[in-house]
């Protein structure tokens, strides 16, 4: 199992298809999109300044949009995860 | 449903015509302009370093003015919404 | 009626004289100078670290001096007004 | 009147010769110098985080050395003044 | 015995194979992922602004994942170390 | 007399010789050293977020190091005079 | 005798030997390391902004790593010293 630190978030994530012309990513027309995913672990949250700490607004089992290219890819017992920083969660989808 | 997180607030922008020749967006003579929304829904606010949660100054429904080029782009149950900060909404008109 | 938001003040611009050649702006020989306008609305003020608001120190009514090129322009019932942030308010004229 | 806001403080600055070739500011020898001034109004000073106010070290009448090439140039009632904010100031001359 | 100070924490690194081509490291396909170490020691944590310190969120002997090319490198009693803040540690693995 | 402003403190500096080939300050091989001066005044000390004030650690008549190139050169009465932030004076020396 | 300021600390650094070609300081092939002193005199620790201090996790006669090309070299009767902020000591030497 992986335990994420601070106000770190495990998601994994939705693939979606890259349209590419040899190789090289096609900037699409529309302004950048986030992607989607599902979060496996939630870390204890950020501390603030006084010293208290402020839990994620996510638990296990959401799904979630996030800012795309954020975050840490991780590879844990043969399976890809991201662990993103919880203020690159923009969004619960429910 | 989306449940935007944080101090972010989901709008249904307006669209604006713009004015393009050969595909290459024409600057326009004047400053930059901001754009309107509607306001879909409220995040619960940003957490001050005292631990205190400060909620928008904006409510469901209520039409916005935005910076141009501020927030993120989602798509959701087909339809297109702006993700944006709440420090990123300038006025709400009455 | 636009109610401006955070520590935003809404104001109508005195408008300049700007002296160009073939619709080029001439750099003045002197120093950048700031601009004069009228306040239309006040926001309700920026909010602190302990979570108090800060309110403007300009009032409606008040002809105040700003930094140039400071604020977002926006277009209201057919008029153009400048929305700054207090802090690039200068002074007040009396 | 002018009545400077925040940390600003108004000074009736003291001229200076300016030695020049064809118009080129000729770059002095020393390292640049402050330049004086005589304080002409101050403002309610710089807010805090806890919400207290800070009142500037200045008071009007007072003459006072600030950082070349800080501040903004305005024109009111004929006359040049600058306002600087008050941690430009560097010293009082007594 | 080496006593890290502040936030830092020090780690036995794992070591990872590069894929070169006449010594020039190849860019893998996909983003970069972190490393993998195990905790020898940590510092006694970071101290907020009200005084009070934040101990880390690891402790000795445990195996963590820490952004890769993140902290210093360092040899002591002929090992080689790794000293990471511990805000560069983004997950343990249970 | 020139009062010092905020952490401001006045210093007389010790005079070095720079080597110099036709008006080319010559870079020493070695690394940048501070230079010496001694104190003629010190500010009331900088202000804390929370309203209360630090007194510098240096006190009139002290022989500092400070960062070689900080602060600001002034002349009054005649003489040459450095005013540096107290956080650039390095160590006393005793 | 040389007292630091602030959360500085002063240290005598063992010398290393660099390999330079012509002159030329050669990249070594591993990551820069840091260096090894000792601590001479440290300073009363950094002031939070709550008005307390900080003292420094050293004390006079430690060993300790620092990050290489930190601090200010000083000379003080005939022997040179690197004086380093508190923050830029990596651990001590036990």
Do not use: C, H, W
């Not at 630190?5 to 302004?31: F, H, M, N, P, Y």
């Not at 296990?60 to 949009?65: I, K, L, S």
Request: aromatic share 4%; glycine share 12%.
């Amino acid at each position: 199992m992986l335990k994420p630190l601070g106000d770190r978030v495990i998601l994994e994530v939705a693939q979606e298809e890259e349209k590419t012309v040899g190789g090289i990513v096609l900037a699409s027309a529309a302004k950048e999109k986030p992607q989607n995913g599902t979060v496996i672990a939630v870390g204890e949250g950020r501390v603030l300044d006084n010293g208290t700490k402020v839990p994620a607004e996510v638990k296990e089992g959401d799904t979630v949009m996030f800012e795309k290219y954020s975050g840490t890819e991780v590879k844990f017992d043969g399976k890809e995860y991201l662990i993103v920083s919880g203020k690159d969660i923009i969004a619960i989808v429910e």
